[in-house]
C-alpha cells in the first residue's frame, strides 16, 4: 500500500505560481512513476506532468514550459512548481503513484487562479 499526501494548493492571481508537494509513504519500492493530474469544475480528470523512476518527465501540451515537475528521492516527495498560470489552471490537483499494478491517488489539493 502507498499513501499519498499533496499540500501547496490555494489562491493565486493569474501570472503568479505555486508549488504543489505530494509526499509518500509506505510500500514505496515498487513504485515506478508519480503524476499529477487535475479536474476542473463541471470536466473529467485530466493528465498534467510525469515523472518516471528513471527521471524521465512528460507533460500535457497546456503546461508545458510553465509548470515542471520533479522530485526529492530522500523526502519521499515529488513537487510541481507552477509558473504562469492561468485562470483554466484552476481545479483540484491530485498525485498519483503506479507501480504497473496499482494507481494509488491522492486527497487532491485546491488550485484557484483568479483573473
Known amino acids: 500500500q502507498v499513501q499519498l499526501v499533496e499540500s501547496g494548493g490555494g489562491l493565486v492571481q493569474a501570472g503568479g505560481s505555486l508549488r504543489l508537494s505530494c509526499t509518500a509513504s509506505g510500500s514505496l519500492f515498487s513504485i515506478n512513476a508519480m503524476d499529477w493530474y487535475r479536474q476542473a469544475p463541471g470536466k473529467q480528470r485530466e493528465f498534467v506532468a510525469t515523472?518516471?523512476?528513471?527521471?524521465?518527465?512528460n507533460y500535457a501540451e497546456s503546461v508545458r514550459g510553465r509548470f515542471t515537475i520533479s522530485r526529492n528521492n530522500a523526502k519521499n516527495t515529488v513537487y510541481l512548481q507552477m509558473n504562469s498560470l492561468k485562470a483554466e489552471d484552476t481545479g483540484v490537483y491530485y498525485c498519483?503513484?503506479?507501480?504497473?499494478?496499482?494507481?494509488?491517488w491522492g486527497q487532491g489539493t485546491q488550485v484557484t487562479v483568479s483573473s
Open positions: 498519483r503513484a503506479r507501480d504497473g499494478v496499482y494507481d494509488y
Open positions: 515523472i518516471t523512476r528513471g527521471g524521465t518527465t
